[in-house]
């Protein structure tokens, strides 16, 4: 008959006890993780390496009961500023979809795995070299870096590009234009209203306005430029 004397026993506790610690430790989320998930729409749950926007305080850019934000932050203003300029961009237009993808919340997340300000999904936020994506700065370069790549696929064609950004390019291609998506197509509507309700001299094209600039002479004789 088989049996196990108290001294082995004691032994054989002690080692399960320290065995369940360890693998304790090994799978136990660390109180900082760098770590956010996803289900894609292929219901494959992906891993990204950001903070947590549930544990940053961020919502989801999907709700509807949050008041809209039609002013910019002054510092996010100054970010979209030089980001829309590197990529000859009117910056009105990067503020249009900004406000569309999340309200100005730098930690907005989607039901659909995007991320941040202009909503990157992972795929494009390491495709732009984007290694947080609740940092606003690398969001909006990288967003903004974006909508440029997707203007100049699409020929300038403001309306494909705003779709694209929604829906993914191979939409746009598939579909031979906006996707009969009613989201795509009211997220199309409500990014254009926003940008040409603001100034209806905006560029159709969103690119940034070349200003003329006239040569004069002012009452004390001296030649001065002026772009009025």
């Not at 090994?26 to 992906?46: F, N, R």
């Not at 919502?59 to 829309?84: G, M």
Request: positive net charge; contains cysteine.
């Amino acid at each position: 008959m088989f049996c196990l004397s108290r001294l082995d026993v004691r032994l054989r506790a002690i080692s399960f006890a320290v065995a369940g610690g360890v693998l304790g430790l090994l799978i136990a989320p660390p109180s900082q993780a760098q770590i956010a998930s996803y289900v894609d729409e292929h219901g494959k749950l992906t891993y990204i390496n950001a903070n947590s926007p549930a544990r940053r305080g961020g919502h989801t850019a999907d709700s509807e009961n949050t008041a809209v934000i039609t002013t910019p932050p002054p510092k996010l203003e100054k970010v979209v500023r030089a980001a829309a300029a590197r990529n000859n961009l009117d910056p009105a237009l990067v503020q249009a979809v900004i406000q569309a993808e999340s309200n100005w919340n730098p930690r907005a997340t989607s039901r659909k795995g995007a991320f941040g300000l202009m909503q990157l999904i992972p795929s494009t936020a390491e495709r732009y070299g984007v290694e947080d994506v609740f940092d606003p700065v690398q969001n909006i370069q990288g967003g903004t870096r974006y909508l440029r790549d997707l203007l100049d696929r699409f020929g300038g064609d403001l309306k494909k590009s705003l779709a694209a950004y929604n829906a993914g390019e191979q939409a746009v291609e598939r579909f031979g234009g906006i996707p009969a998506y009613r989201e795509t197509r009211d997220y199309v509507k409500k990014v254009t209203n926003t940008y040409f309700q603001s100034d209806p001299g905006h560029s159709p094209t969103g690119e940034a306005r070349r200003l003329q600039i006239r040569e004069m002479t002012n009452r004390e004789g001296r030649t001065v430029f002026t772009n009025e």
